[in-house]
T-cell receptor, first 109, second 114 residues
Framework: KQEVTQIPAALSVPEGENLVLNCSFT??????LQWFRQDPGKGLTSLLL?????REQTSGRLNASLDKSSGRSTLYIAASQPGDSATYLCAVRGDKIIFGKGTRLHILP | DAGITQSPRHKVTETGTPVTLRCHQT?????MYWYRQDPGHGLRLIHYSYGVKDTDKGEVSDGYSVSRSKTEDFLLTLESATSSQTSVYFC?????????????FGSGTRLTVV
């Protein structure tokens, strides 16, 4: 059974720092992995999708990597800003789609 | 969110009453999903659809039913609402199961059962 873990559950960093969010999964037989952002009281916004055949994807200040063999994905945020404060979730798609519980990120001004 | 609309956005209902939530998409995507999101549990799949009249259960389907009579609409019904069904409900759509396709989510429906 696929399990998806995001550690830490919460993270506070000063503005301007680069940071890494982690997502680990137990079954490497996946089709893709998707990172989402969720603001309080809002829906999920897709940030990046990494196909199983890819190693990384980039969008602006965001870079997501995927290492299927080790069951890990990271979301790198460069030069963090207060507007990046949100909860970040990863979703792993194999025969089912399993979500992690998210990392709540707070960027300190 | 562009292309996917959930209604209502908020609802308060009494225990024992039936409730129907609607998800409407304009993307002509084949796959539609209903999730609930609760503190400590994250997102859990209730039901999903892989085509008109084709639906299947997710991990927390007890107490819920769904219908999809048109590509664009996916309805979630709580036959007799209970307090444990107080939650935020999200609809999601996906064009394909292929690896280069992901999910798009609606804005959610906050349901309170009193």
């Amino acid at each position: 059974k696929q399990e998806v873990t995001q550690i830490p559950a919460a993270l506070s960093v000063p503005e301007g720092e680069n940071l890494v969010l982690n997502c680990s999964f137990t079954d490497s037989a996946i089709y893709n992995l998707q990172w989402f952002r969720q603001d309080p009281g809002k829906g999920l916004t897709s940030l990046l999708l990494i196909q199983s055949s890819q190693r990384e994807q980039t969008s602006g200040r965001l870079n997501a990597s995927l290492d299927k063999s080790s069951g890990r994905s990271t979301l790198y945020i460069a030069a963090s800003q207060p507007g990046d404060s949100a909860t970040y979730l990863c979703a792993v798609r194999g025969d089912k789609i399993i979500f992690g519980k998210g990392t709540r990120l707070h960027i300190l001004p | 969110d562009a292309g996917i609309t959930q209604s209502p956005r908020h609802k308060v209902t009494e225990t024992g009453t039936p409730v129907t939530l609607r998800c409407h998409q304009t993307e002509n995507h084949r796959y539609m999903y209903w999730y609930r999101q609760d503190p400590g549990h994250g997102l859990r799949l209730i039901h999903y659809s892989y085509g008109v009249k084709d639906t299947d259960k997710g991990e927390v389907s007890d107490g819920y039913s769904v219908s999809r009579s048109k590509t664009e609409d996916f309805l979630l019904t709580l036959e007799s609402a209970t307090s444990s069904q107080t939650s935020v409900y999200f609809c999601a759509i996906s064009e394909s199961w292929a690896e280069n396709y992901g999910y798009t989510f609606g804005s959610g429906t906050r349901l309170t059962v009193v």
